[in-house]
């Protein structure tokens, strides 16, 4: 290997760094062409359909991101944010919980369709993986770098998906529980973004202080946004609609969905790339000269 300075290292990272960071940035500004299609796929004897949403070049990879729905499944708010992801130049994978794409309509049908989940978090655990297993056969996905968010009923699961060990870079969690299992630094991999209404009232403030605490005691590598004025729910636009509808405490907040959309950018493109920082280091110092 030829001999290399730690000061031209460290230029060599920095340029490294730099090409990333505008390859990300031209990715934001020039919308891929996408592809759309409906995946049909199994866990055990359940037919599930999700949905995926990707740039259509081939030649490319491109970080690939899992999306867990709010309690109300796998519906139209859910297939908007996958193409939202998409044309930012991620392969979204929107994954079907609750079996064959169904959806409910109400909040007694929804807790029926959750409760299994909540009551298992390693059935969760399972129908996630088998998201991943599926957006890992796009061709444009690449194996190495996968995230995961969720909402609401969703974020629970990706949350509680990475202290049970998922292989992921990361998980956002958009006004989703906080509870579940017991974090284990022996097991949680996934680096972790927060994003929380500071008037949601389905998750207490104890809540939130027991969350905060479980992840400082095994020196977790987490970030915690709270959003002012924001309730549960308040990144769905329909939230208001559906909340008057059904008697509950939920409203959309325009400011907070776009503040935590832009964190969850921000938090991918950090993720994202450190890893091509690190193996770009890698090859630097390994490669023989």
Same mark, same amino acid.
């Given at each position: 290997?030829? &001999? #290399?300075? =730690? ?9 490294? &760094?730099? +090409?990333?960071?505008?390859? *990300? &940035? &031209? ?15 199994? +866990?055990? #004897? #359940?037919?599930?359909?999700?949905? /995926? ?5 081939? !030649? ?10 709010? @309690? @109300? ?11 939202? *992801?998409?044309? *930012?130049? $991620?392969?979204?994978?929107? /994954?079907?919980?609750?079996? %064959? ?43 190495? %770098?996968?995230?995961?968010?969720? $909402?609401?009923?969703?974020? $629970?699961? +990706? ?43 389905? +998750? !207490? ?12 005691? =095994?020196?977790?590598?987490?970030? $915690?946004?709270?959003?002012? %004025?924001?309730?549960? /729910? ?26 935590? @959309? ?8 950090? =993720? ?7 193996? %770009? ?9």
């Amino acid at each position: 290997m030829k &001999s #290399t300075s =730690i000061f031209d290292t460290l230029i060599l990272v920095s340029i490294v &760094s730099i +090409v990333s960071l505008v390859s *990300l &940035s &031209s990715m934001k500004k020039e919308k891929p062409v996408i592809k759309e299609e409906t995946v049909f796929y199994k +866990v055990d #004897t #359940t037919l599930l359909k999700g949905f /995926a949403a990707y740039p259509a070049d081939a !030649t490319v990879k491109h970080p690939a991101i899992l999306i867990v729905p709010e @309690w @109300w499944g796998l519906n139209d708010y859910v297939k908007g944010r996958a193409r939202q *992801l998409a044309e *930012l130049g $991620y392969v979204a994978f929107a /994954a079907d919980m609750f079996g %064959n794409g169904k959806v409910a309509t109400e909040p007694k049908q929804a807790m029926e369709f959750t409760s299994p989940f909540y009551k298992d978090p390693h059935l969760a655990y399972k129908f996630l993986d088998a998201a991943q297993k599926e957006i890992l056969k796009i061709k444009q996905a690449d194996a190495n %770098n996968i995230a995961a968010i969720g $909402y609401c009923f969703g974020g $629970y699961i +990706v949350l509680n998906a990475a202290k049970l060990g998922a292989d992921l870079k990361g998980i956002v969690s958009f006004h989703g529980g906080l509870g579940g299992v017991t974090p284990d630094k022996d097991l949680l991999k996934a680096k972790i973004l927060i994003c929380h209404g500071d008037a949601d009232k389905f +998750v !207490t403030l104890k809540d939130v202080e027991t969350f905060k605490r479980q992840m400082d005691s =095994i020196k977790a590598d987490y970030t $915690y946004k709270s959003y002012a %004025n924001a309730t549960h /729910a308040f990144t769905n636009s329909e939230a208001t609609s559906i909340g008057k509808k059904f008697n509950m405490p939920i409203e959309y907040n325009g400011k907070a969905d776009t503040a935590s @959309w832009k964190d969850m950018e921000v938090f991918f493109k950090e =993720i994202f790339v450190t890893v091509r920082l690190v193996l %770009n280091f890698q090859m630097l110092i390994t490669t023989d000269g």
